[in-house]
Structure formats: C-alpha cells, structure tokens
C-alpha cells in the first residue's frame, strides 16, 4: 500500500458504529459492493456520504440458527467480510488496530472493522472469545435482544442472571486482555452496571438511544450515560425511528441531534459518537434516509452552534479514542496472564 504523501490533507474522520449490512450481504439479500437504492448502506453510498470507518456487525440469529452453529456462523461471516474486503481493495480496508483505521483513514479507504452481536455466539465457550479475535472480531455486543450465558438483555422476559453472569464477567476480563471493545447496547439494565464495573477499558454502547426523550428498553437513562462515560466509553446514537419516537413517523434527523445534544449536556462531547443501525431495520429515518446522508449530522450540529472541534469528536475522534484505550488496556494486560 502507498502511504499519502504529506501534502495530502488530513481526512475527517466520519465513523459509524453498527451496521447490519454485512449480515443482510451474507445472508443474500443485499450485495454491498454494488449500490442500490434497496436498504441503507452499501459501499458506494458510503463513499457518496463521507463514511470512512465502519463497524459491521455480525448478527448471530438466535432463532434461524441452531446453537450448535452460532459461533461457526460469525466465524464464516468474516471470512465473507475478508473476501468482500479483497474483492475492493481501493476503496475498502479491513482494520484489526486503531493505527489500521487512522492509516487506512489518511489512505482515502473506508476502515471495517468486524462486530459480533450477541453473546451467545460465544455458546459459553471463553475460548471461542480467543477464535473471533483471531479472525479479526474487534467488537462484541454482550447480548442482542436475548438473554445468554453471559448476561441479560434487556429485551427479554427472562433474565436469569439478573444482570451480568460470573461468565459474562470472565468474557469481559478476557476481552479486556484481548483488546475487544465492549458493546452493551441491547443489554438489560442490570447489565450495563455490571459490565462497567467489570470492564478495565471502555465500554460502547453501539447503537442506544436515550431513554430520558424515549422512555423505551433501547435507549439509555442518564445515570447509564453518565456512568458509561465516567468509564471513559462512548454511546453511538442510533437512527432507528422507533427507538426515536413512540410514532415513528414523526422521527426525524432532529431526534438524533437533540439526543447528541442531551448526551453532550449531561457528560460534555468526549462520549457520544453515531451508531446507525442501517440495514437493521426498514424505515427511512426523514433527513437520514441512507448513508449517502450521513453528511447532515455535522450540518445539523453546526446549525445547532456545536464548535468544530467537539463535531469531529463526535463523527470519528470519540470511538477511535477508546478504541485505543482498549488496544493499550490489552497491551497492558495480555492474555494468559
Ligand atoms: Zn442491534
């Protein structure tokens, strides 16, 4: 690969969280290196939208799969991501360390970087932990919307462990020592305590709304808010309408500002950065229909007097800054000791 030279200018960072259209790819419904007017995201519309770093999610059916299969299928998965990523080599580049991202970033290439969601994937095996990271899993979601060995969700009836299980906490210590970002959105409230009062690096919540504008099991209240960030974590807002509004119809891009902005009241611009969700679920959030939008974040939070300084935070610096907290926690902390 040819590094810039230096009179290239330094490119903003515009990173998104969670995406589900790597899973809708995988499954065949979509082929996201082609654009298509179908879905949220594919890899020319996020080059049309300025999107240069990406997490795409591995979604582990808890239904479709048998559980003897789920951890093979987020292994498979990122074989498929490996290939999609060869297959667009200019434009795409698959990153496992934040100095991947940054170079593939100052590269002019969108940075992918591989999630898991839903701890079940793992089939209360530590090792398979061991097995995703070596395949380039760099995030994990504890739970999606059920409960598993780990921990509880918050959308599920049934919470054995009334928050984080001693599993879940051992996972969290191993991920810590891996250098694998924990991901608690989904989680039941328990749940997110636990999993920072376990975790020695940041925590993220991917793709969460704010609970004091939607009171809704998705989102997050403000003492969750105010704790994630005192751990130094990052909560990406997510574009899902109904986690926006009650009627989602009336959501629009105004929702995800003034949860940025209620984020940035309570805990300052350092944890709040954009969680999408595109390709996650079929709506067109008005003023966010696709990621060839993405651009109308910064926009809105320019009109709405946000400085530039705490705008880059929000579209890019806030995620890469935990993200090394996390790679310099495992550095510090290999595993096996
Ligand atoms: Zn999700």
């Not at 999107?51 to 479709?64: C, D, I």
């Not at 698959?94 to 591989?114: E, F, H, K, S």
């Not at 890019?316 to 290999?334: D, H, I, K, Q, Y």
């Amino acid at each position: 690969m040819t590094e810039p030279s230096p009179s290239v200018p330094k490119r903003a960072l515009l990173i998104d969280l969670h995406t589900d259209a790597l899973y809708e790819h995988i499954r065949g419904r979509k082929d996201i290196t082609q654009r298509s007017e179908h879905g949220h995201l594919d890899i020319p519309r996020m080059q049309e939208g300025g999107v240069n770093g990406q997490v795409f999610a591995l979604w582990v059916s808890p239904t479709e799969l048998q559980p003897d299969e789920y951890c093979d299928f987020a292994l498979r998965g990122a074989q498929v991501f490996d290939r999609v990523c060869s297959g667009c080599a200019d434009t795409l580049a698959p990153v496992r360390t934040p100095d991947a991202m940054r170079r593939a970033v100052a590269a002019g290439r969108i940075a992918a970087l591989l999630g898991v969601e839903g701890g079940h994937a793992l089939q209360g095996r530590l090792d398979n932990l061991d097995r995703l990271f070596a395949h380039g899993v760099r995030v994990l979601t504890l739970t999606w919307n059920n409960s598993n060995e780990l921990a509880d969700a918050g959308g599920d009836t049934h919470q054995p462990h009334h928050g984080l299980s001693s599993l879940g906490r051992q996972a969290i210590r191993r991920m810590n020592a891996l250098g694998m970002i924990v991901d608690i959105s989904h989680s039941a409230d328990r749940t997110v305590f636990d999993a920072l009062d376990a975790s020695l690096s940041p925590v993220i919540a991917s793709h969460s709304g704010v609970r004091a504008r939607r009171d809704f099991h998705r989102n997050l209240t403000d003492e969750q808010i105010r704790e994630l960030a005192s751990h130094g974590g990052v909560v990406g807002v997510v574009f899902l309408p109904y986690f926006l509004r009650e009627r989602e119809e009336d959501a629009s891009i105004e929702d995800v500002l003034a949860c940025i902005d209620h984020i940035c009241q309570i805990t300052g611009p350092d944890y709040v950065a954009l969680g999408s969700d595109f390709d996650g679920f079929e709506a067109r959030l008005a003023g966010l229909e696709d990621v060839t939008r993405m651009g109308a974040v910064a926009e809105g939070l320019r009109r709405l007097g946000f400085p530039a300084g705490d705008i880059a935070k929000i579209a890019g610096l806030n995620f890469l800054r935990v993200w090394e907290a996390v790679a310099a926690t495992a550095g510090s902390n290999p595993p096996g000791r």
